[in-house]
């Protein structure tokens, strides 16, 4: 029940983040690539709450597709295609969702 609840809070975060942009944009349309935070998000992964950090050049189609893709039971922290911990989807990284592990 807790995942089910603290979930639904972390995707309802993320969406207030996108609302009003196209899906081609950066949470920060101003965003070029790097580490500039834009926020942070918590979710409830392996029976622990998670901090991450979501970057501003994180494009909003790839956070639409972890919206319509994930669930309490299929995310988790994956390893990056350059280095870091990320937010996942059954096991494989998202192309374009910046959303680091920051507890680490």
Do not use: W
């Not at 920060?28 to 690539?33: F, I, K, L, T, V």
């Not at 935070?37 to 709450?49: C, L, S, V």
């Not at 319509?68 to 280095?83: E, F, L």
């Not at 096991?91 to 680490?104: K, M, S």
């Amino acid at each position: 029940m807790i995942d089910e609840l603290h979930f639904n809070r972390s995707v309802t975060r993320l969406v207030d983040m996108i609302k009003n942009k196209n899906d081609d944009e950066f949470l920060d349309p101003n965003a070029g690539q790097g580490r500039v935070e834009f926020d942070r998000i918590n979710f409830y992964i392996g029976g622990q709450t998670r901090i991450f950090r979501v970057h501003s050049d994180t494009k909003v189609s790839a956070i639409k597709i972890f919206i319509y893709s994930a669930t309490p039971q299929n995310i988790g922290i994956v390893d990056g295609p350059r280095g870091g911990r990320k937010l996942g989807v059954n096991g494989a990284p998202i192309q374009c969702l910046q959303i680091f592990v920051a507890d680490e």
